[in-house]
């Protein structure tokens, strides 16, 4: 296995014989084995144990076992301890998500801190096998059936092209030792259940059936690969930006076969992954909508609009007398000019003393009226929405320029008549937006 594994990292990980990498090692058969082959190849690297206190002593055993590893094989470590216990209850997860937020947040300080480009894992194919069942038993599309890939990002998984088997040969004829947690035995855990009584069976039907699933794998791969290069592609003609807002025209999506496969690749990266939620909202009326915990999916007539949720802020701001600009929550610039040049939606000119400061800017409120240029009378702010066609999301992202209670514009939109410069003006201020 040796030889192999060095041909594996001379052809597809060279990072490896470059830099200093952080090797992560519980201290089980399959990360001791790959400190043992790290070592003999001479590669740098330094050794990373996390400790999460679950399993009483054995737990501290399996730390001290890693560091006398470590100390025999004369690599660098670093060690950690949980509260992995405390830490499930107070963010309401479950002991592996837990566990996985724990120990990734703990490398990625290391790996910062030390400067170490590289975090190396001990995930091999039986792994991909067993992740492949459990994504098949709870529904998944092609990329939820396609193999954990060798490198993602900083991770690098080099054990992924050995079985458990090789690794086990490998340890027992090299006599080499490590940690068993009794735990891995135990099925009442999804994955052990899978490991100890689905793969042993799969492993009959063929010979070579892991080595054939593996190269199923690496087709699927492909396969997905072409559908992203699909969904990509109809997308970007599906999915039209306006602002903050993308507008995807229904009829044009009830038009594509398969209407379900496409729905789905096109939501699921906004958190919307119920085709049939998003399917029941295209037939639904004008101002229902979807929410994710990202993102809200609104039916608008006949389209759907997508926006991302903002994080709540301050919905009031003020603009004092004598400023000259603001950055927040619009781009305005404010100039004091003595004649009105030119009109148009982003530039309006005001009487200065018809103005009282600070002035605010905000967003609509329930009773809202004001007096548009160039109309005789008063017209509520809904109405002028309405009127307007906009959708709920557009009223929500229109921002007001009022003096106390009065709206002096509806920015970009249009301007109040009150406020008007006329022949009696003698300060002029314009405001335009950015």
């Not at 608008?300 to 949720?309: K, M, P, S, V």
């Amino acid at each position: 296995m040796l030889e192999e594994f060095k041909k594996h990292i001379d052809i597809n990980f060279n990072n490896l014989k470059e830099n200093h990498f952080l090797l992560a090692c519980s201290g089980g058969v399959d990360s001791v084995v790959l400190v043992y082959l790290c070592r003999a190849l001479n590669l740098n690297f330094s050794i990373a144990h996390c400790n999460f206190q679950l399993r009483e002593k054995e737990s501290d055993i399996d730390e001290d076992f890693v560091r006398k590893l470590a100390k025999k094989q004369n690599v660098g470590i670093h060690v950690t301890k949980f509260k992995t216990v405390d830490y499930m209850n107070l963010n309401k997860v479950t002991l592996q998500v837990g566990a996985r937020e724990l120990r990734y947040d703990w490398f990625n300080k290391i790996m910062a801190k030390y400067d170490i480009p590289t975090l190396v894992t001990a995930h091999h194919s039986d792994d991909n096998l067993e992740t492949f069942i459990i994504n098949l038993s709870r529904g998944t599309g092609v990329e939820g059936l396609t193999s954990i890939p060798e490198k993602t990002g900083f991770i690098s998984r080099p054990l992924l092209y050995f079985s458990q088997d090789q690794i086990l040969a490998y340890a027992k004829e090299n006599a080499i030792e490590w940690r068993e947690d009794k735990s891995n035995q135990e099925t009442k855990y999804l994955r052990n259940k899978i490991r100890h009584k689905i793969v042993p069976l799969l492993k009959e039907l063929h010979p070579t059936f892991l080595r054939n699933f593996s190269n199923t794998q690496s087709y699927l791969g492909e396969t997905a690969q072409v559908l992203e290069q699909e969904i990509k592609k109809a997308k970007a003609f599906h999915f039209i930006k306006e602002g903050a807002i993308t507008k995807i025209n229904i009829e044009s999506l009830n038009n594509l076969n398969p209407k379900q496969t496409y729905i789905y690749h096109f939501f699921k990266e906004y958190g919307f992954v119920d085709v049939q939620a998003v399917i029941d909202l295209m037939a639904a009326m004008t101002g229902k909508e979807l929410l994710s915990s990202t993102h809200r999916l609104l039916k608008d007539r006949n389209y759907l609009l997508l926006q991302e949720l903002s994080v709540e802020g301050s919905e009031v701001y003020f603009i004092q007398e004598g400023e000259k600009e603001i950055e927040i929550p619009v781009q305005l610039k404010i100039e004091l000019i003595s004649n009105v040049v030119t009109v148009d939606l982003n530039t309006i000119y005001t009487d200065v003393s018809s103005l009282k400061f600070p002035l605010i800017v905000r967003k609509w409120k329930f009773g809202d009226y004001f007096h548009p240029f160039g109309m005789k009378g008063v017209k509520k702010l809904s109405k002028f929405y309405k009127d307007e066609k906009y959708s709920r999301i557009a009223k929500e992202e229109q921002w007001l320029l009022c003096s106390e209670d009065n709206i002096v514009w509806v920015i970009g939109k249009r301007f109040d008549n009150r406020f008007r410069v006329t022949n009696q003006t003698k300060n002029i201020l314009k405001f335009t937006v950015k």
